[in-house]
């Protein structure tokens, strides 16, 4: 097994050519690029993929380089065209280290021709009418917050080998800045060559992190300098840019939450400055014992290559796309040992990334998230803007220019900086915090709560949150629901997720209405959150109606038990107070305006429209807290009470 780093940059090109299966990794803004080569595998699962034990030779810092297809999400029990894209494994045998500036030397630069230049498949009409249909017909009727439906861009290459590989490579290493992964990657079947913005998940010594991007700003080379740092400000103030990644990252959360053993912090706003482009990102921590391979597996995939809930997503991407995505939105991951021979993961999404087989047939998939007040005509320019980097390195479209000068000064300007960061005086601090080693809340220490899902991760946040409280949860699917279920626990939690509470035919309808009549029958505490809560509505006799304006990812101020509170929404639907008279005992909060109703308040039960789990309710710890406490309390403890603050705030 090799390990020299003594070749020079031209011997290490041919000699890492040579391997079955290669590939040569620029690793954020290194000063170095990996070249890694070695045998070709497939398997089934990523639980599959073999993992090495102990301190790694000298030298050597990876064991095997994966290329994860976008089917794999199947794993997690999710909906994906089987395409037969592989999850390929290659076994590294040569690990070596080229200084960027000798590699840049050595790689080719070759003519790149074409037998066909072709184009998106579908027209920017035809993209514009989906993203209509979608607003319109999913998001419109509750079936998540948000989506994300690629279109394709082929083309046809002439005499195409691994000299035009290096050579797109080269240009992508020359022309773009700001990648997480800039790469070429031959997997034995064909050629993946990106520069890769966002990270998957990465793993190193436990430490878990994630880092959603959304939010894209276009940098135009013919500002002047105030001109362009009044559009940033502009586009930092744009409240649909500012929902969209507050949004990927409650759902990143929601994984998180999955699999870190102590929850997940978040830090930023960030700018993340690219050659033309702008991205805003946060970055999510924290701390997991769990396999590399189950955190790859349990984080697939992100948000903003999907939407959310990431389940009910996948199903749609299966229905909007005619084809399976290959390995787009999906993940390469580099899988090795740190010094002390604890199992490291890095791993990107596999965007802004060109798939070409040996014949030459190129394929680069471009998308847009789509949210509630998405503009069609700008989400088309946006799938131009995101695949424009990777097809320029083809000469596919032509260069918009030199990179504007100044950027990242700009990114660094106090103004801009202070519009950034007041992004987080509207969210929550239990998340913007390191909720490890809080104490419990003596009250609640113990007590066990299961919670229904309807098909979204909140839950997982919810039984974060609660076990920071010092409670233990479980979780019965509403699929597994069945008589007896929720039994046994001092508190049910009825959750949230995707779907029309109208709709009785449906099955999970149907397991929601009868955990509800159940619980009200016994005299069970309950609360019920979004999709549970409007069903809670309906067995209450309350009728439920559209919202006026779709409230999906939205945050709102409402008056709750005398206070003023910012939180979290994601809705469509909601019980409407006027129609009918309460059950006696029942109250509710309601909005003066339109009588959209907030929260229930019943002998045994709450019910909250909105999501106190979410980043964006701002002081969801203590709501929960109350809420909970005020329904396992024997004193009847109100919301608002002396009951213990966030111990994070």
Request: charged content about 25%; proline content about 5%; some cysteine.
């Amino acid at each position: 097994m090799s390990t020299s780093t003594s070749p020079t940059a031209a011997q290490a090109i041919d000699a890492l050519v040579r391997h079955e299966a290669w590939a040569a990794v620029r690793l954020r803004d290194s000063s170095t690029v990996t070249l890694v080569g070695g045998r070709r595998s497939e398997v089934e699962s990523l639980l599959d993929v073999p993992l090495e034990q102990g301190v790694p030779a000298e030298g050597r810092r990876f064991d095997r380089l994966l290329a994860v297809p976008f089917r794999q999400v199947r794993e997690r029990g999710f909906e994906a065209h089987d395409d037969g894209t592989p999850l390929t494994v290659v076994d590294i045998d040569s690990e070596v280290e080229v200084p960027l500036d000798a590699l840049l030397d050595a790689l080719p630069e070759e003519p790149i021709d074409f037998d066909d230049r072709g184009g998106f498949e579908t027209s920017d009409e035809e993209y514009g009418a989906v993203v209509r249909r979608i607003i319109e017909d999913e998001i419109g009727h509750g079936e998540g917050a948000n989506l994300v439906v690629g279109r394709h861009y082929r083309a046809r290459l002439r005499a195409w080998d691994a000299r035009k590989a290096l050579t797109a490579f080269r240009r992508l290493l020359e022309k773009e800045r700001g990648a997480y992964w800039t790469y070429v990657f031959w997997t034995g079947d064909r050629y993946l060559v990106g520069a890769s913005p966002e990270r998957h998940v990465s793993v190193h010594g436990g430490d878990v992190r994630m880092n959603p991007i959304s939010g894209t700003f276009r940098l135009r080379g013919h500002d002047q300098p105030e001109e362009r740092k009044q559009a940033l400000l502009d586009f930092l103030a744009d409240e649909k840019e500012i929902y969209e990644l507050f949004m990927v990252v409650d759902e990143e959360l929601k994984m998180m939450c999955d699999v870190c053993n102590e929850g997940g912090q978040v830090l930023g706003p960030f700018l993340k400055p690219m050659t033309h482009l702008v991205h805003t990102e946060y970055l999510l921590a924290g701390r997991s014992t769990r396999d590399v391979r189950e955190v790859l597996r349990d984080t697939m995939y992100a948000a903003t290559v999907t939407g959310s809930p990431v389940e009910n997503a996948c199903r749609l991407i299966k229905q909007y796309e005619p084809e399976g995505r290959g390995y787009y939105g999906a993940a390469l991951a580099l899988l090795g040992r740190d010094r002390h021979g604890q199992s490291t993961a890095d791993s990107p999404i596999v965007i802004r990334t060109a798939d070409v087989s040996p014949d030459g047939h190129l394929k680069v998939t471009a998308g847009a998230t789509l949210v509630r007040d998405s503009v069609p005509e700008h989400e088309v320019a946006e799938t131009h803007a995101k695949a424009g980097g990777i097809l320029t390195a083809f000469g596919l479209v032509e260069p918009t220019g030199s990179a504007p000068e100044g950027v990242r000064e700009l990114t660094q300007d106090e103004d801009v900086l202070i519009a950034l960061n007041s992004r987080n005086q509207r969210l929550s601090k239990f998340w913007l915090t390191d909720q490890g080693g809080s104490p419990p809340d003596p009250s609640l220490k113990g007590r066990s709560a299961v919670i229904l899902d309807g098909e979204d991760d909140f839950v997982n946040m919810l039984r974060h949150v609660l076990a920071v409280m010092g409670m233990t949860t479980d979780v019965v699917r509403y699929d597994d629901f069945a008589a007896g279920a929720l039994d046994g626990y001092d508190l049910v939690i009825v959750g949230p997720g995707p779907g029309d509470p109208r709709d009785g035919e449906h099955p999970k309808i149907q397991a929601f209405r009868a955990a509800v009549d159940g619980l009200l029958a016994a005299g069970q505490p309950f609360l019920s959150v979004c999709l549970g809560h409007q069903v809670l509505c309906s067995r209450l006799g309350i009728p439920l109606a559209y919202k006026g304006i779709v409230f999906q990812g939205t945050q709102s101020r409402i008056s709750l038990e005398g206070r003023e509170e910012n939180v979290g929404f994601y809705n469509t639907f909601v019980g409407r107070a006027g129609g009918s008279s309460l059950p006696e005992g029942v109250t509710v909060t309601t909005d003066p305006a339109t009588g959209d109703i907030h929260a229930v308040t019943g002998p045994h039960y709450r019910g909250v429209q909105f999501h106190a789990e979410s980043i964006l309710t701002e002081h969801g710890y203590e709501l929960i807290h109350d809420l909970v406490l005020d329904l396992l309390s024997d004193t009847g403890t109100q919301p608002g009470s002396d009951a213990p603050a966030d111990p994070r705030a």
